[in-house]
Nanobody
Framework: VQLVESGGGLVQPGGSLRLSCATS????????MNWYRQAPGKEREFVAG????????YYADSVKGRFTVSRDNAKNTVFLQMNSLKAEDTAVYYC?????????WGQGTQVTVSS
């Protein structure tokens, strides 16, 4: 199982970024996918999740209305569109899948929101 995030970077407050998580090694279309983030000195926290077929999406209150999670099951990839970014969104962002009661994480991608 492999998860590889990309798309992070430095962006000004109010800007946008689109993160991608490319996966392999499992039947992607059967599993819920989640995004988490970890800011310096803080615990990792849930950001967004999407059901296997994409019909159900859920978000942390802190990102609701600004972030959108989506997936392309043909490409085994999950996305996180982040708009209206704030300084407090600065963190390393991770995607996660849970297979057979085991969690699999990517290596993370850094998002820095700063002027």
């Amino acid at each position: 199982v492999q998860l590889v995030e990309s798309g992070g970077g430095l962006v000004q407050p109010g800007g946008s970024l689109r993160l991608s998580c490319a996966t392999s090694g499992f039947t992607f279309s059967l599993y819920v996918m989640n995004w988490y983030r970890q800011a310096p000195g803080k615990e990792r926290e849930f950001v967004a999740g999407i059901s296997s077929a994409g019909g159900t999406r859920y978000y942390a209150d802190s990102v609701k209305g600004r972030f959108t999670v989506s997936r392309d099951n043909a490409k085994n990839t999950v996305f996180l569109q982040m708009n209206s970014l704030k300084a407090e969104d600065t963190a390393v962002y991770y995607c996660k899948s849970r297979l057979m009661s085991q969690d699999y994480w990517g290596q993370g991608t850094q998002v820095t929101v700063s002027s």
